[in-house]
């Protein structure tokens, strides 16, 4: 658990260097490649509390919840720095390692680079097929990695660089507060993305609030602003990233939070809209599971008194390579998230400022009656937008 120190790669198994998460396309904590099928994060007490005692009921819209790791800075004789991982107690023995041959391709080309915290320009060429994402330059110039000097945001990019800039400010952040020998904790999730080829992913900040019951007043009164200045006042879900892959193109389309923040009430539906599209036609095969996995989250979260999900995210994931086997959008929706037809998926995320009765974290957290009102009214909006958009309107 939280308390057991890991034991070092000599006692187990090789240690891990740790990648930032090349399909990540929302939040502010940099998301880490463990290996093909996991992913890391650091560990928030509260966080941990949620994912240990998780409801079964919800355990089907959530990552799985895989162990603790601890992990530490390195750095080179140039002054690059590199987060590697000690596999221990805190990990299942199911996982594997990146340093093993085989795995995402895009993964490994990350992998043969070292990221200096002060230089992160970077060129990639194009060299693996299929699941790659870096498909031509990528280069950091400045904070708002989208936007133009106009403040605009392009409408296509070849690749989504919001991992790589958190993983740049997460690097900074450690190297300046923590010398190199510190172990942090990091949570191993499931890569609730890794079975697509393709991943087109839609963010949402789900809820009329965003503050955790434990912020201070200033934070509580920044975040009160975005949502009133947002459509997570009006709708309750807001867009905080986006990637989907255009056929006509072979570029995926990005856009971030800032961008989400902006956005009318109209604008989130046609932003939602063209989350279904692949540059050539509206994927309108998609909205039915969508929906219907929506709608049976919705029965779920309805039944969960005391939650409270602040600043937790949605995501809505499918495949951006179309499937060949029309016929199979007519099946029945099938409840396993793993074996629908349309490879459609829907999870929550995020849990560093959910609370509920009994949390671990927090023995004392603010009392809420009933179930999260405030989320159920964002899940309700996005279902009938996607119901008028199924229905042509």
Known sequence: MVGQSPLSPAEGRAAVLLQPFVHQVGGHTSMLTYDEHTVCKPLVSQELSFYESLPLAMRQFTPQYKGIVSVHLKKDSLGNLTLIASPGLGQPDGCGRLDSAGGDPAV??????KWSH?????????????????????????DSLLEDANGKQPERKSHNPWGLHCHRQHLNRMSSKHNENKLHQFLLLENVVSKYSYPC?????????????????????????KCEQSTSASLGVRICGMQVYQADTGHFLCKDKYYGRKLSPEGFR???????????????????????????????????????????????IYDGQERKESADHHLPFSKSHGANPSRVDVRMIDFAHTTFKGSKSNPNPTPYDGPDHGYIFGLENLIKILQNLSEGK
């Open 118 to 142: 002060t230089q992160v320009t970077k060129t990639f060429k194009d060299s693996c097929p299929g699941k790659m994402l870096l498909r031509t330059e990528l280069q950091y110039h400045t």
């Open 201 to 225: 992913i839609l963010d949402l900040k789900m809820g009329t609030r965003q503050h955790g019951d434990d912020a201070s007043e200033e934070k509580k009164a920044r975040h009160i602003k």
């Open 108 to 113: 490994t080309l990350w992998h043969k680079r």
């Open 270 to 316: 046609q932003t939602l809209r063209q989350f279904l599209c692949d540059g050539n036609r509206l994927r309108a095969e998609l909205l039915e599971p969508i929906i219907l996995r929506l709608k049976a989250l919705l029965a779920v979260i309805r039944k969960q008194s005391s939650y409270r999900f602040y600043s937790s995210s949605l995501l809505i």
